[in-house]
């Protein structure tokens, strides 16, 4: 029963309202994936109930104490526990009867926490097969319990009609709280016909029935129950549980536990219903000795208290509690992406939302007027959105009401596979160095079908080929349109929330925004990793070995992960050009719009070079030598390629077949051997080994030439141009019905937008790479940019751009001067264009004739292209991203027998 995700709260509204006008801030700090349901009695709602529920089995516990530090820690408290792990576990009607009970409340619930409910259903089928029984059960041996609540009848009357005909040997009561004038007391003496009545209170700090009348009074034995509890402790118990014990002369026994008091509220009569939500259980058993022996409670020769002798001091308000009646009662309130929904107990009619931060800071107001009781708004992003209150005219007009954010809430998905995802996801948010990101990639739900095998040994090394591997593992496999095309708005949801793609994008966007920052050295050891490398075992024949591939670091394994990914992006929209470059056509372009899938991947990718770039991981290197002997030159060359061991240039003046090697620390006994089973003479014994350390960025710059194309600049020319190309204006971005999705798309192009932009801009470009960089900054604008962009809004861009750049890092010494080019100059340029194009497009048209090579020319169905040469009927043009098989260059031509063009000018 544990790792417990789902945690929903049901607890009483008014006391709810309570205690969040004096919030300390502190609230869901630990607790974030909680949920919490208000529910409104005529009295209060005070069960205590927890239900834990697993794929097969469930864990039912029913009593007195409240889900605090004292309820279940250090006050007195009586429980009933029962397990289940079949239908036919003899404690099944048990759960039957208070799965019931708790599903009459789930009509409290609102927004995703009812979606957060039917998971129960869903990730614990069993307890739709539950059957309700009226009657007692048998759970063991002479002991039978039922389940009672109010409901149509009182909790009162529930028990007398079970209680034997007969008279009762001994009552005794356990209470915190009774009514003023003992009604309780009063109703029970007359209904059971008790021969002696023990009723056992706080005399310290609970309430206690001191009207009771005089005539009653010498009918009842009162004592303390310090006085009852041989281990009680002043300085921490407190009396909380709440027990009734009926004992008969035949030696039947029943004993009543659960939540009521002693009082009518509680417990109702037997023609009158209790004002509270309760739930009790009734244990019936046979026995030579009672329960409360077994529990320790000793009231005989104790002494006994006299009512009007108890000092009067200011008790416990117990089950009181003031509520002040505002006009409106605000009942939950979520935020989803960048909409915040409001539930009010009914329309509101000129008022005022304030949200509040932590610090009880008002951080945004909103003035609205609504026919409906529930309140959509859209908030501007901000951090520590803690709760909200309405006002009018600066007095406020409800209760205070705690944000649940849906984001958070989504995370606790009692999917296995989801499970283990946010656990990773977790993992990195306590502490963003560790290596959790090569499992946290595994999860990724990638929108194609071949993948990359040969991946980067290093930024700097050559690009992997695209062909074929095994798929990775994958919380869930769905197609591009099964992603885009769910069945409910609730079903909508909850896939949107728990898409792995997504909670990933935003758990590194959230690392590299700053939020979370822990810096712990990356530890180097290859031994643990051995084989990692290649994940297939080598051939061979009869009982020959296999091939141990060589060891790898743990910083390297997260360097190849992140470069899998990108190179499997790079491979996709690679593939998604594919008709363009058969047809050599521009309307052969990509035309079905971009999916969230791929803009999830993309969003991902360009986190990840931003986070690592500036990154680097350590490792040792240890140097070792050996006697080189031409004989065994087959054997020595064999270890060389199985550890992957390059010789260093260092001689031996007096040795001359010495030769020298350097090898990762951790493989250094490992290579000796491999050695001295040769022939021990190899080897060279040391005095000492000193290791050498070594420092390796995640990340280079890189170059991007006809020669050599390598590091951030290869990624950003042929996977964020291929993304770009896909995403050309004819193509667009997926448009749904729900309103959601469609916020959640528009904030991943924002940020695709602003972290693409800032790559760009934070490296140190050549000249020959100068025009291809302006065409991912005009693409970026053009067809990502998911806001209007206007002279004024410029400033906006700047800021966005220079926070990114303060959190990064790495810091290109380029950077300022690359964004005040692109500011002040490309950025209104684009917008003067923008509006000619949109307006005025005649001035944009100009014969191809006669066009400047290296001229900048636009299509709809491609974008921004640079113009290389030009014919009778045909174009050559250079797209970042669009590159033939085999060619060095990203050129293509294309059939064009128009005479004019679109012009960027």
Not at 359 to 386: G, Y
Not at 881 to 890: A, I, M, R, S
Request: aromatic share 12%; glycine share 4%.
């Amino acid at each position: 029963m544990a790792n417990i995700k789902n945690v929903n709260v049901f607890l009483d509204g008014k006391f709810l309202e309570n205690y969040f006008e004096n919030t300390s801030g502190r609230e869901f700090k630990t607790h974030r994936t909680y949920s919490y349901t208000p529910v409104y009695e005529a009295g209060v709602f005070h069960p205590k109930i927890m239900l834990l529920t697993g794929p097969k089995e469930g864990l039912l516990i029913i009593g007195s104490g409240n889900i605090t530090s004292s309820g279940l820690s250090s006050n007195d408290e009586i429980w009933g526990a029962f397990h289940l792990n079949s239908l036919e576990s003899k404690n099944a009607p048990i759960f039957a009867s208070a799965w019931s009970y708790l599903q009459g409340f789930f009509a409290n619930a609102q927004g995703f926490n009812t979606q957060k409910l039917s998971w129960f259903s869903q990730y614990s089928p069993w307890l739709n097969n539950l059957e309700v029984s009226m009657d007692f059960v048998n759970v063991d041996k002479g002991v039978d319990i039922k389940f009672i609540s109010n409901g149509s009848t009182s909790l009162y009357q529930q028990i007398v009609s079970v209680l034997p005909r007969q008279d009762v040997k001994q009552l005794t009561i356990i209470s915190p709280y009774y009514d003023k004038s003992g009604q309780v007391i009063e109703q029970l003496i007359t209904d059971v016909k008790a021969n002696a009545i023990d009723c056992v209170v706080d005399a310290e700090y609970g309430l206690i029935p001191v009207d009771l009348s005089t005539k009653l009074s010498k009918l009842i034995s009162f004592y303390d129950w310090k006085d009852c509890n041989k281990e009680f402790k002043e300085k921490y118990n407190r009396l909380h549980a709440k027990l009734f014990h009926f004992q008969y002369k035949d030696g039947i026994e029943y004993l009543v536990i659960g939540s009521a008091n002693a009082s009518l509220h509680a417990l109702g009569t037997l023609n009158l219903k209790a004002k509270n939500a309760e739930a009790c259980l009734i244990i019936r058993r046979r026995a030579t000795k009672t329960y409360l022996d077994e529990l320790g409670i000793k009231i005989a020769n104790n002494k006994r208290l006299l009512l009007n002798e108890i000092p009067k001091k200011k008790p416990m308000l117990g089950n009181k509690v003031s509520y002040s009646g505002f006009e409106y009662r605000i009942t939950h309130a979520e935020l989803s992406g960048q909409k915040l929904a409001v539930y009010v107990d009914k329309p509101v009619k000129g008022a005022s939302l304030f949200i509040f931060n932590s610090f009880d800071e008002i951080i945004i107001t909103k003035d609205f007027t609504s026919t409906k009781a529930t309140l959509v708004v859209e908030i501007p992003k901000v951090d520590q959105l803690f709760k909200i209150g309405l006002f009018k005219k600066k007095q406020r007009i409800s209760n205070y009401s705690l944000v649940h954010h849906v984001d958070n809430q989504a995370k606790t998905n009692p999917d296995s596979t989801l499970a283990e995802l946010n656990t990773i996801i977790e993992a990195l948010s306590a502490d963003p160095d560790n290596d959790q990101y090569i499992e946290l990639l595994r999860y990724v739900d990638y929108p194609l079908l071949d993948e990359p095998k040969n991946i980067l040994s290093s930024p700097s090394g050559t690009i992997p080929k695209r062909h074929e591997e095994r798929p990775v593992k994958s919380a869930r496999s769905l197609t591009n349109e099964e992603f885009d095309q769910l069945k409910s708005k609730q079903s909508f949801e909850h896939d949107l929330h728990n898409n792995p793609n997504i909670q990933i994008s935003e758990a590194l966007r959230i690392i590299s925004s700053g939020l979370i920052k822990k810096s712990v050295a990356i530890v180097e050891n290859q031994e643990e990793l051995l084989a990692k490398e290649g994940e297939g075992s080598a051939k061979g024949e009869g009982g020959q070995a296999p091939q141990v591939s060589r060891v790898v670091i743990k910083g390297r394994l997260i360097e190849r992960a992140i470069y899998k990914h990108l190179s499997k992006l790079d491979s996709y929209f690679f593939d998604q050009l594919e008709n363009l470059k058969r047809e050599r056509v521009l309307n052969s372009s990509p035309s079905r719009p971009i999916s969230i899938k791929e803009l999830s991947v993309v969003a991902i990718a360009l986190e990840l070079i931003y986070i690592f770039h500036g990154r680097k991981y350590e490792y040792d290197k240890t140097e070792f030598s050996l006697n080189y002997q031409a004989q065994y030159v087959d054997e020595i060359r064999s270890v060389e390629k199985k550890y992957k061991l390059t010789r260093l240039e260092k001689t031996d003046s007096e040795i001359k077949n010495r030769t020298f090697y350097e090898v990762d620390s951790s493989l250094l006994t490992s290579i000796k051997d491999e050695f001295n089973r040769i022939n021990s003479k190899l080897w060279v014994d040391q005095s000492e080994y000193i290791p050498t350390t070594y420092y390796e960025d995640y990340f280079e710059e890189g170059v991007y030439t006809e020669e050599e194309k390598s590091g951030i600049k290869y990624f950003l020319i042929e996977m964020l141009g291929g993304f770009l190309a896909s995403a050309n204006p004819q193509a667009g971005f997926i448009n749904t019905e729900f309103e959601e999705v469609n916020e959640k798309i528009k904030e991943m192009r924002k940020r695709i937008f602003e972290c693409g932009t800032f790559l760009c801009l934070n490296l140190t470009w050549r000249e020959s790479e100068i025009q291809k960089r302006k065409i991912l900054l005009l693409d970026l604008l053009n067809s990502v940019n998911p806001n209007f962009l206007e002279s004024d809004s410029t400033h906006r861009l700047s800021t966005s751009l220079k926070e990114l750049y303060n959190k990064a890092k790495f810091k290109s010494d380029e950077f300022y001067a690359n964004l005040s080019v692109y500011i002040m100059e490309l950025v209104p340029q684009f917008i003067s264009w923008k509006s000619l194009y949109e307006y005025d497009r005649s001035k944009l048209t100009e014969p191809v004739k006669g066009q400047s090579l290296r001229q900048i020319v636009y299509s709809r169905f491609l974008g921004f292209v640079i113009l290389r040469t030009y014919g009778f009927d045909y174009l050559i043009i250079e797209k970042p991203g669009v590159l033939l098989e085999g060619e060095e260059e990203d050129l293509i031509k294309i059939r064009y027998p128009q005479k004019s063009i679109i012009v960027y000018k």
